[in-house]
């Protein structure tokens, strides 16, 4: 369920292998997975009488995004079993309930139902609505990886399985409380995953065939990070993020290059690290950090860090931003994102210092700084030229000028706002939407638990 990284300047490693438009979101956080979105003659603001959708066709729960490749929107979700039931308590992870996970290909211009692949999939972990990672869409195949640990090769015209893993099975992971959450990178001829097993945190198979290519790190805790591409040193490396502490990898060999210690609270190590030119941004409940990137050689320092506080959160601390559900921006040296305890807050990257902060893009009200009623408060950020497009918890697609301004009011100039879909989860007695649309032909696509739907973005 939780979401959420590369900064533009590995956009050319990731381009060389793509084989999808440029006007594709062909796996999370789009074709760099940096959300930026960079199609022109986009909307300047929303009708006041809201957006229609183009199409929208019903589909089971799940928190994982939509891709969009080459004319299909692929998208995972779960259905209970008949007389299954989920636990009351969403923190209740002792009962498996039984149910069943697709992944269902649609037509990205009518909805059309194309194939769907699902399989039995009992479900026992925390807050099991359903699949978290979106599909990652390469070179005529989709990978997809479900909550509780299978992973997919499909076949992107018709869905049938070219290969498949399970990783509880085949490498004695044990499910993360919230489930399988690292979506899957392509790198090379590599897929990089967040496997979670002995000696194995991290694996990379080989992309066409599923053949094993290496292992890396040991952790207690495999956290819920995506693989991460970056380049720094003279190198592509990948970062891993456990429960423990960041990792540089060799993307091709899975060596480690270099370790920092960073235990967000909880094992909630969510986020994908921001690389911002040599400075790289993670954070997550009770702990912030900056390092900076060596420029000859793949190495760290640390810049600044917030640890977390020992037996227990205690927030809000002086610098830093804390986020759960999503991934935040970083541009022109501040950092953009959804902090705890809910509000949207800018910070700078260089020192960790908070700017301004408002609860406006989460939960559509101003509150105090203190405000105890948005916990995991969840808006995700795109950048589109010189804006942002946040798709807020409550389901309401919002456009936005961000700026380091100290003033809340001059940093956050809301432009337009919204309602696609109508929050359908639950969390911390309020109605929730934490699923990452995706932007592509000049369209937004977005899922709750009942419905996937397309809103055309096109300037008229």
């Not at 019903?58 to 080459?70: E, L, Q, R």
């Not at 409380?177 to 000696?199: D, M, Q, R, S």
């Not at 270099?258 to 954070?283: C, K, N």
Request: proline share 7%.
């Amino acid at each position: 369920m939780f979401r959420f990284t590369l900064f533009t300047a590995v956009a050319g490693a990731l381009a060389s292998t793509a084989t999808v438009r440029a006007d594709d979101w062909p796996q999370w956080m789009g074709p760099n997975r940096d959300d930026v979105w960079a199609e022109t003659g986009i909307v300047k603001s929303f009708p006041e009488s809201g957006l229609k959708p183009l199409w929208s066709v019903p589909i089971s729960a799940g928190y994982a995004g939509p891709a969009v490749a080459n004319g299909h929107v692929y998208v995972p979700s779960r259905e209970l079993a008949k007389g299954a039931k989920n636990p009351d308590d969403p923190f209740d992870t002792k009962q498996e309930v039984k149910s069943t996970e697709r992944v269902q290909c649609f037509d990205a211009k009518t909805g059309k139902e194309i194939w769907k692949h699902e399989y039995d999939c009992p479900y026992q972990i925390s807050y099991p609505a359903g699949p978290r990672c979106t599909p990652t869409v390469h070179e005529g195949k989709v990978y997809t990886l479900g909550a509780m640990g299978h992973l997919f090769c499909l076949n992107a015209a018709d869905g049938k399985v070219i290969w498949s893993k399970n990783f509880i099975k085949d490498y004695k992971a044990k499910a993360p409380t919230w489930g399988f959450c690292g979506h899957p990178l392509v790198y090379k001829n590599l897929l990089i995953c967040l496997a979670g097993g002995e000696k194995a945190t991290a694996v990379a198979f080989d992309k066409d065939t599923g053949a094993e290519k290496w292992t890396a790190l040991e952790a207690r805790e495999p956290g819920y990070c995506p693989p991460t591409l970056i380049k720094a040193g003279g190198v592509d490396q990948v970062v891993i993020w456990h429960a423990a502490a960041l990792n540089g990898l060799d993307p091709l060999t899975g060596k480690v290059y270099w370790t920092v210690g960073l235990e967000p609270m909880y094992g909630m190590s969510i986020m994908g690290p921001r690389q911002h030119g040599d400075r790289l941004f993670a954070g997550g409940i009770g702990t912030s950090t900056v390092l900076k990137l060596e420029k000859d050689k793949p190495a760290v320092t640390v810049l600044w860090k917030e640890a977390a506080d020992k037996g227990g959160a205690k927030l809000p601390k002086e610098r830093g931003l804390y986020p759960v559900n999503m991934t935040p921006f970083v541009d022109a040296g501040t950092i953009y994102g959804a902090d705890q305890p809910g509000m949207f807050r800018a910070v700078e990257l260089e020192t960790g210092k908070k700017l301004w902060f408002s609860y406006v893009p989460v939960i559509n009200k101003d509150e105090a700084e203190d405000f105890k009623g948005a916990a995991s408060g969840t808006a995700f950020v795109v950048k589109n030229g010189d804006r942002y497009f946040l798709f807020a918890e409550t389901g309401d697609l919002i456009i936005a000028k961000l700026a380091p301004n100290p003033n809340p009011k001059e940093g956050y100039k809301e432009l337009s706002r919204t309602k696609l879909l109508e929050p359908t989860g639950a969390a911390f007695g309020r109605k929730v939407l934490w699923t990452h649309p995706a932007f592509a032909n000049k369209c937004v696509f977005v899922r709750n638990d009942k419905e996937l739907a397309c809103f055309s973005l096109a300037e008229k």
